[in-house]
Nanobody, 129 residues
Framework: QAQLVESGGGLVQAGGSLRLSCTGL?????????????LGWFRQPPGKEREFVAA????????TYADSVKGRFTISRDNAKNTNYLQMSSLQPEDTAVYSC?????????????????WGQGTQVTVSS
């Protein structure tokens, strides 16, 4: 079964930055080809439900963000490296959450978690005040 692996989480002070990365593993352990997949990031704050953060189209031409992160977070992708990135700046304590990347084989980007086919385990981001 294909899976995604996130990295880059950690503890940071308010106002700081982090960059999360997400790569894919194919069903047999080889690289998962992202080229035909729209990608997204979601997060689950402590005690709360999972929420959409950002998404990017297959060729990177279109992106969309949650209002809460617009202007502070940037999603990008490098299809040659089969890697998806989430650059997070001006982090605040309310950004503390487990961040997960997701991929879907549909044509368009979406903010709906249920439309993504493949998920990562998540990486913890903790922002101290």
């Amino acid at each position: 079964q294909a899976q995604l692996v996130e990295s880059g989480g950690g503890l940071v002070q308010a106002g700081g930055s982090l960059r999360l990365s997400c790569t894919g593993l194919g069903p047999t352990g080889g690289t998962l080809n992202f080229h035909n997949m729209a990608l997204g990031w979601f997060r689950q704050p402590p005690g709360k439900e999972r929420e959409f953060v950002a998404a990017i189209s297959r060729n990177g031409a279109r992106t969309t963000y949650a209002d809460s992160v617009k202007g502070r977070f940037t999603i990008s992708r490098d299809n040659a490296k089969n890697t998806n990135y989430l650059q997070m700046s001006s982090l605040q304590p309310e950004d503390t959450a487990v961040y997960s990347c997701a991929a879907r084989t549909g044509l368009d980007i979406t903010t709906t978690a249920g439309l993504y086919d493949i998920w990562g385990q998540g990486t913890q981001v903790t922002v101290s005040s």
